[in-house]
């Protein structure tokens, strides 16, 4: 088949033609498990009928408006979000990595309002992944992402991931912002841990520097609370979501305090699509369903079954290292033996019926719908052990 995208993307040899739940059909036919959700995204599974109806409601109202009006469906979710997190105010956009340009703008322009224009270093982590937009991907710390589209913006400072002294060493009064994921997702599902969230807190307070977390694989569920800043006990100033806020449809939003917000004046930042109805209508019935107190105790324990059966594979076939991650964002880290195989193990575990991805080169990463049952997750994994045992005889 001819491909007429743009080559930056290395696409599977399997092309979907219908799903449901955690199931997927390809167009020849052949039934698949979903564990990838596609990348954290699809949180309630394939066409949950509620969505399907939130979703053709709206279409019947209208579509799209422009933000020189604001909508029924916009102000729902937005409460939404601010009564069931530390923020006050949200700005939505249409995904991961304009939800946090719109983040670090904000911090920008809060600290030059207040401080003057000396004041304008972000710091990031090595590894990081925000987004592919010029400054969210110099943001990132992944040069192989950045490098080939220098000259790139300028002021900021990577520090490794989980290094106290490291980024108690870069923060000064010229920091206006510190950025991190709570768990690493691109770059091999790794967690923040406790004393670094802590440093970076402290260290914003005292430096009047904005703490930013990018919850946008981490947020709506994923680990079992809403937020994954929750399991910490520590607030962030600024926080973006994405993925799975519209569980498919594309929508992103960055939550701030009464504190920031102001600095976004009238015409200072915006976006034609932000906040537009559809999307709005549908985050804001995902999010109740989300949201639910049975769905969050649901993500914890299918999380739990999900590690515990990754880890068994682990023992019998020796494939994993170790497994991480939280609620039901998972990673399993390859045994050395099969360091950078990654990649050969997702299209194995593909031709098994089972959808994953790999993050980094190192790590099997599952983010499946905070729904899955029993039935597909104990398929899913006689499948993956099929696979791993496939390409240990090859
Ligand atoms: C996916 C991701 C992004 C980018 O989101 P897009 O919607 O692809 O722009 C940013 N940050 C994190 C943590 C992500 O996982």
Redesign the pocket.
């Known amino acids: 088949m001819h491909n007429y995208l743009t080559p930056n993307f290395a696409f599977a040899p399997m092309m979907p033609a219908r799903a449901e739940g955690s199931r997927v059909w390809s167009e020849d036919g052949k039934e698949y498990i979903d564990l990838l959700g596609g ?2 995204v699809n949180a309630l599974g394939h066409c949950h009928p509620e969505l399907i109806a939130a979703l053709t409601e709206q279409a019947q109202k209208y579509w799209h408006i422009s933000n020189y009006f604001t909508t029924q469906p916009a102000q729902q979710l937005a409460k939404k979000l601010v009564a069931n997190s530390f923020a006050d105010k949200v700005f939505f956009a ?7 340009e719109a983040a670090l703008k904000l911090a920008r322009k809060w600290a030059r309002d207040h401080f003057g224009e000396q004041k304008n270093e972000i710091i990031a982590c090595v590894n ?6 010029l400054f ?1 991907v110099s943001v ?1 710390g992944q040069p192989k992402y950045s490098k080939d589209f220098a000259p790139l913006p300028q002021g900021i400072t990577h520090v490794p991931f989980n290094d106290v002294q490291a980024l108690k060493n870069a923060v000064s009064d010229k920091t206006c912002a510190i950025i991190f ?1 709570p768990i ?3 770059s091999g599902v790794l967690p923040v841990q406790q004393d670094f969230i802590q440093a970076a807190r402290d260290l914003a307070t005292q430096f009047q520097a904005a703490l930013i977390i ?5 947020g709506m569920g994923r680990t079992g609370k809403l937020f994954a800043y929750e399991h910490y006990g520590v607030q962030p100033d600024i926080l ?1 979501s ?2 799975a806020l519209g569980c498919g449809i ?1 929508i ?1 939003a960055m939550l701030t305090t009464d504190k920031f917000a102001p600095a976004f004046t009238v015409g200072s930042h915006g976006s034609t699509f932000g906040g537009n109805p559809l999307a709005c209508a549908v985050a804001s019935r995902a999010f109740d369903i989300i949201n639910d107190p049975k769905t969050l105790q649901h993500v914890a324990e299918q999380g739990q079954k999900l590690q515990n059966a990754l880890n068994q594979i682990g023992q019998e076939t020796g494939a994993f290292d170790h497994v991480r991650g939280k609620g039901l964002l998972i990673g399993a880290v390859l045994a050395d033996a099969y360091q950078n195989r990654a990649g050969e193990f997702v299209r194995v575990i593909l031709e098994h019926g089972v959808l994953i991805s790999g993050a980094g080169s190192n790590v099997l990463r599952f983010a499946p719908s905070l729904l899955l049952n029993d039935e597909d997750l104990n398929e899913a994994m006689t499948r993956v052990k099929q696979a791993i045992l496939s390409v240990q005889a090859a």
């Open positions: 990348i954290a249409n995904s991961g990595a304009e939800a946090n990081s992944f925000h987004g592919r937009t969210t990132g994921e690493q997702g691109e990018d919850e946008v694989q981490t973006t994405a993925k594309p992103g």
